[in-house]
């Protein structure tokens, strides 16, 4: 497909782990070591602590006990550490669950101390296929937890801000941490999109050209692409809203007038993953379409040739007929016959006669606009 | 279908007995002899019991009466049990033809002593058949009844869990243990779920190298399949719904908790059906277009051999018939008639004149494209 | 189609009047005469009663004047008797004509004094048409109207159960006569859905065996089957909503609970009917792909027949051409023109490259699928 | 088409103005010179007079202040007329544009002092086409206006019964005025609806025994008629809900319970739009599956003759074949090239031969099915 | 296509920047210098003035400070203006990144000192490409900001209605202007609708009478253009509706009646828009059916002769057979083999045949309905 790498879309991003039965023991979805950071950060401090034993967060946290707090955890392979989590922040066990066992819907989920939020980022990984991450999110006063199944650099834009910018990101407080992460989210998606648009015109630009089997299946991979995205977009954007009127005192005024950006954002989302499934099902039709055309291209040659010189071969096939009457007498053969062979010039007519009749079909043809190129 | 055993999806299930007249007698849609367990626990405490005499539920209920039970009952063919039901539990008539004649859509009926729930239970049976099994729950203060059309095994993991386990299950209370058992059902949905995902994956794979005329047939069965789901998850989304909102005191606060959990699980089959559902409309228009596209090529190759040999087919025609003009005095048969029969290689400028028709003809279809493999 | 007597569904079934003007006179949409039938009972009491002047009607209600009276009237083609019910029972005039005019949508209409509903029964009539008659109800303190545009006898078991029965029908009132009227009208609809769904079976059957172009037309039918009873259930639904919600005393408490269980029936049918709408979806399309399967086919045969033998054609006409060079001289044809002809075995020679061309294209085509049987 | 006229509607009815900038001139979209007629009326007195001059007007309202006045204006090409109504009787000037311009979906507007709405009819006029026209009226106490763009006379049956029926129509007052003008418009659509109901029982019909091109474009054409129905029936039931809701006390109680009859018949009417456009699609559907089995009718036809004869001609050719091997010492030509050729009855072995192999193939066709005429 | 120019419609427009962490820098998606007038008007006075330095914005406010002022901005490129705006009105910095970064979906955001609205004007620009503008509003007591990305002229209507009108647009105030300003792109929108018209019906036209590989482009161009504006105009509606009821005393109670002239066209808009979906789908289904058509028609003419001359040809072939018994004495060809080449009138015979079986075959033909024109 010309320049762009073609993007593998799988049939779709199934559940990892069937939801098992709560109370029982956790199984997580990724079986990665968990890389955890700490970075507590106020208007002009900023610290950044790799998490060797997790009393270094306790410790972290109360050293700097009027800072935020950022807690990233990378790896979701080690159940000790949600089990300290439960001990230490009180985080319910099945919030535990979602986290851990992967393949929950975007939602936000309120409890009188803290939020829990899911985000589902969908990105190109590095085998151009369509992976499906899903983030988690916890907010307490103060501190923000995120939680990733890989080590994916999702979020470095933010601890770049974080290190330089002195602005609203370090004075924001863990409410706005919480939108900047869960934002960096929803612009991926215009990435994403972006570049299954590119896709798509090269698709229709091929398709009008050339139309070929395997384009199909190319589309029908953006439309599940789309169909992907959709499935996220849709609760994240109710998530947001849920954000928005959260009546919690856990986000500030502020960060919800960012939310309602990130909101304005989902919405354009939807509406391009919208157009982008009314153009898939056009190209659809236009591939099918395409290939009919196609068809009919091939038929119109073969009927122009077979019409034309099938009865042509007919003509001759009579003048090589072998019939010659004999004479019973004699044993002579006589030339009555098939008087026609022995005409003078009875060849020359023939010939004249099958220029005619292809000549006569030829313009039957023309006229029925069969000659014609398209 | 390779290593995967196809399953027959029969057009849709139907309604076994159409609704009968309320006040009639029941009419059982099953008439498998009823096999009544009552389990009796506590914190610490697990009895279980085989119900030969409807007096055993009594005694049990009598005896243990601190501890929650459950009674399963499995089979629904007695008439009597009911009866009894009826009388020792106040339980409503309509509710009795309800757990009796099948075919219900999941719901939840609210009444001022009981809650009854339906559910249903859909799964691949030993004839690798989709089949569809109602499940009802009674819920009163410490005891639950479950009523199963059949001998199925799938509570099995629950009472695996309540014989071992002394948690949240042994603790939790008759609303606890309903909605473990619900659970149940909506986890059975998501293994059903991945086992078409596998078979549409599977599908596809064969669609792309070697469309076959059966292949719409499995699309068709996916694509019912998930309509059935659909058909049970929505309402058993509602029911669950209407359980987490429900005043009764039946309900104790822990439990909605949970629920809300496995109100989560029934919008991630939602959303999962949806998706598959949208892939099987892709693999029909797929399949479409591929018979479409094979039909392209055969169309192809006809028209090529046509086209080549057809005109060819006629030139040697036209060198074959018989013209001969006599001259009418001697009878002599004269050169002039056909003269280029009597050219000097004549015959060889005939091939050469062949081979570039042929050799035309060839850079023509080359040029449509028509003599790439695809 | 086997044993199943086909069914004639019509387009659509039109109203039979245009909404005429109100005020202006009435236009019945049946002509029958009516046979006009009183029944009244209580819970040991039962008396039927034919009406042959509508002074018998006030008659019987005066002398059991504590029994509930069902007052059946079959056919519509009397107007006076509407006069009649105007003028004793104060019916609206709108009612009237809703009544009296036929193609009314399921609803309810509350009045003061008075409810009125409409029911549409949809049912297989003797000539295995689709047929769609209007049931209109008026329920009074103690006396429900049923009318119906036929004398058809949907109500018989209705009669049984009066005759018969001394349970809920003896004793449930006017509003529990009204409901079991009701029921069976929705009753009737799943037998209809079934009857349909057993000619699914048999279309899709046939259809993986040998599609033929009238199955198109069956599966149109059962589709509109489908579309009909639609049309009328989500606004029986609606009534029977209305009828449960209803303030009005008219409808006691115990009516509600039946209803409620109607109320579930009439979502079980409309789930079906989306259920089969959906197969015959899929039907149409797997119709269509079959149909192009079998083109392709075709085609393959055509193709394969085509493609060996005209170019082995092409070579036998090339050695039937009469080349024949004359010596110029003395008139005698030399062999150096076409000298294949003159070889040693040039027959078997050719022969065996006509064998070897043939062999090579049905490799060829064994390479590409097209020799398998499907 | 047999004997109904076809109907020819226009790819959809388009604005025929575009919005304009409000205070600018007025811009009509008739301009028919108005033709204006007051009728006033009471329970025994009919009063109609033809407005020549807008002073008329007054005149007559003035001098019949006790009754009820219909002033119906039929054309609009009069700028004048409104700068009156704007005056005498407080219109408001957008109310006027909404009149004047066209193009308007149904509305209510409602107004301290008056009530305006719009209709919208359609028809078949007298070239037998569809066509689309904006009825607009206002209601003051005791006045109707009626705006009609043409001098349609679809208020005909009106006038009739208030020239004869001294019934509700007479004593209504204004607001049952209204109604029975806009009830008008919706038992046309009834009308309409059941033209296009024949005519697609005329397209099936044919569509079964012999599928035409042009019978996609007459389904088209139905089906647009659908779409421009509905498009006008929606925001007409809207109106009339609002008519029943609105607190305006120009509306009497007596009037809603008329209008509820017209909503009912606004909703039976959205019924048989949707129910004819599924058949529609049903249609569609069909017309495509008749076509593509018509291919396969003629591509059996083809496959069949192409395949019995071209290996027979192809025998025929080789026996055709001038091969003859000459002694190169005699020069004679020798019998063992192609000795069938030599044999006894060589010549009719080949015809059984030739036989045998068309037997053969005309019992594969046959068991394929592809010799049954369907 | 007839005079209509083509249109050129990209497959969407997609957003120009994807939404960008917002407290970074602004990037604009326009990068033309900005060319700001401040036009300041009063019933009867009119002041126009070029914005060289943004102090002359505030000189003409100060100076001009009982009139309504319209500052227009065209372009926006410079990001220093927007501090400006930010530092002199306390515009907040999500809303002027909003303005400069374009890809805004149509909103309301109500904030206590002022409103900001976003509308999508779509035309068609001087390449015949479909063009998406954003264009921004400002609404403050007296003062109308208007933003666009380009220099387009879409205002100029307001400009002179500005210039020589003494009206409403005079005298109603700022929300009257942004009332104003935002019906030009709803009115707009009728215009591209009425285009897009105007080309659906030459497709129609030509469809029907010689369809071609390239209209089905045509037609998706026109769907997509209908995409893009239903995209744009429900959310605009909904805007339109949020200003209507919006709290705001920025907005007069004339505006709002203006407003909901503006909300009606919207809706029309939408009207027509999914009318135009509609006809666009039919088209599609009628281009697929007239390509099935065309195909049929070249293989009924393939048909028809191949299955003439091909058993004709076959009969020519028998007898241009050279069987030839010869004598085994005396090496002379006896006239046994192949009698019919030896009788009588033997060539007369099989050309009545040949005729015979072509008769046959045409009455076969003529009888299917093949040799009918259409």
Not at 18 to 41: A, F, H, K, N, Q
Not at 139 to 155: D, W
Not at 165 to 185: C, E, F, N, P, Q
Not at 363 to 374: A, E, H, V
Request: glycine share 6%; proline share 4%.
């Amino acid at each position: 497909m010309g320049k762009i790498k073609r993007i593998r879309v799988k049939p779709s991003s199934r559940p990892k782990t069937t939801g098992s039965s709560p109370g029982s023991d956790l199984v997580p979805s990724s079986v990665l070591e968990p890389r955890i950071t700490i970075r507590s950060y106020g208007d002009d401090i900023y610290h950044e602590r790799e998490v060797k034993k997790y009393q270094d967060i306790d410790d972290q946290i109360a050293k700097f006990n009027t800072l935020t707090h950022w807690i990233c955890v990378q790896g979701l392979g080690d159940l000790k550490f949600f089990e300290y989590l439960g001990n230490k922040f009180k985080i319910h066990q099945l919030i535990q669950e979602d986290i851990v066992s992967g393949g929950q819907r975007p939602k936000l989920d309120e409890s009188s101390d803290y939020l829990f939020a899911v985000s589902r980022r969908i990105y190109i990984n590095e085998e151009l296929e369509m992976a499906n991450e899903q983030l988690s999110f916890i907010l307490l006063p103060n501190i923000v937890f995120s939680f990733q199944e890989t080590y994916g650099k999702c979020f470095d834009p933010i601890i770049n801000r974080l290190k330089t910018d002195k602005g609203t990101i370090r004075s924001g407080g863990s409410s706005y941490m919480l939108y900047a992460l869960m934002d960096v989210v929803v612009d991926e998606y215009f990435e994403l999109i972006n570049r299954f648009g590119d896709e798509l015109e090269t698709i229709e630009e091929l398709l009008y050209r050339r139309p070929k089997k395997s384009m199909m299946y190319d589309i029908q991979s953006v439309k599940r692409a789309m169909i992907s995205i959709r499935r996220a977009v849709w609760p994240e954007r109710d998530k947001i809203n849920d954000l928005i009127r959260s009546e919690s005192p856990l986000i500030t005024r502020d960060t919800r007038t960012f939310l309602r950006d990130t909101y304005d954002h989902s919405m354009q989302i939807i509406d391009l993953v919208e157009s982008y499934r009314d153009i898939t099902t056009g190209l659809i039709d236009m591939n099918l379409s395409f290939i009919s055309n196609g068809m009919n291209e091939i038929m119109k040659v073969l009927t122009i040739i077979s019409s034309i010189f099938i009865p042509l071969t007919f003509i001759a096939g009579v003048y090589g007929m072998n019939f010659a009457y004999q004479d019973p007498a004699t044993g002579k053969i006589l030339n009555k016959n098939m008087p026609e062979l022995y005409m003078a010039n009875g060849y020359e007519y023939t010939l004249v006669a099958m220029l005619l009749i292809a000549i006569l079909q030829i313009i039957y043809f023309w006229r029925k606009g069969w000659l014609s190129s398209k």
